[in-house]
């Protein structure tokens, strides 16, 4: 069971997290920003919680593996990471471009960027790559784990059905996959352009197991990363995160508009101003 002072540093976390992503899209002109806030509790979860990583030695062998599938919201891992200790924020900051010319472009490269597990930017490769990362732990005798987010507009990817089947078949619990279930894609609603209800079925029915989580219950996630079985366990498992797309911001909740968007002084100022609120209501309950 999650304890309160990891849910409060969590949570810590996310506050800065969501701060720096609005002052990143501000500065930058222009993120992956709703799918970077719906995915804040998933990611600081991961980062400040469950990965046995060491950023000082981004190579060790033993390390668990993350592969971030829905490569557009590379801010989202580059803020994580910078978290974790990686890599110095400011120069995130001072050198993020929408392009390949620095470490931090707009898709995550490895090859720029040797510390990050994997490149990824083209949907539905990352669970593939993550599947294989935990066949070569398997003949290799690890016992790491391989981490893999996906935005749920992205498993419509026949690829993604394909590792399903693989991790299943080849008796992967190594894997641990997260769907970023925030119910659209680039510029709509999933059950609109390609349904996935009853989307748990279809994980389970693939020999998956399946846990359901509010995305952005600190809680929730802390505890299904607890509940995960040992890494040498035969059986996949997949969270289903239910998420909102621009979580935290009035105005970029659920609007395809925000998909990719650059923000004005006025906006981030009003983006701030909300997700400084809402910190201090939950907070405030919190310590009550
Ligand atoms: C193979 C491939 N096709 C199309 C795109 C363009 N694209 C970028 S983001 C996106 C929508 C992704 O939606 P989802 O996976 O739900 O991500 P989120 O909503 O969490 O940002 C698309 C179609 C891509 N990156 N890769």
Not at 179 to 189: E, P, Q, S, T
Not at 222 to 251: H, Q, Y
Request: glycine share 10%; proline share 4%.
């Amino acid at each position: 069971m999650a304890d309160s002072a990891t849910v409060d540093r969590l949570l810590d976390r996310v506050y800065e997290y969501r701060k720096d992503l609005l002052k990143l899209c501000h500065r930058v002109g222009g993120l992956h920003i709703g799918g970077d806030l719906s995915c804040a509790e998933v990611m600081i979860t991961l980062f400040q919680y469950a990965l046995h990583v060491r950023p000082e030695d981004p190579n060790w062998e033993d390390r668990d593996r993350f592969v971030l599938s829905k490569g557009h919201c590379s801010a989202a891992l580059y803020l994580s990471m910078a978290q974790r200790g990686y890599f110095d924020k400011q120069e995130l900051f001072d050198t993020y471009k929408n392009g390949y010319e620095t470490r931090f472009g707009n898709h995550p490269c490895k090859a720029a960027l040797p510390c990050l597990d994997s490149s990824s930017g083209s949907l539905g490769h990352g669970l593939p790559i993550a599947v294989g990362m935990a066949a070569a732990a398997r003949i290799d005798g690890k016992s790491h784990r391989v981490y893999c987010v996906m935005g749920d507009g992205e498993i419509s990817e026949g690829s993604v059905w394909e590792a399903a089947l693989a991790a299943a078949g080849f008796r992967l619990g190594n894997v641990v996959a997260v769907v970023d279930r925030n119910r659209m894609g680039l510029d709509g609603f999933t059950e609109e352009i390609m349904p996935l209800d009853p989307v748990e079925d279809k994980w389970r029915s693939f020999g998956w197991r399946v846990v359901t989580v509010d995305g952005h219950d600190l809680k929730q996630l802390v505890d299904a990363i607890d509940a995960l079985p040992p890494a040498e366990d035969p059986t996949p498992t997949v969270i289903v995160a239910n998420t909102v797309k621009g979580k935290g911001v009035s105005f970029m909740e659920n609007n395809p508009i925000y998909h990719h968007i650059a923000i004005d002084e006025e906006q981030l100022r009003q983006a701030l101003a909300e997700v400084d609120a809402a910190y201090r209501r939950q907070k405030g309950g919190r310590t009550a």
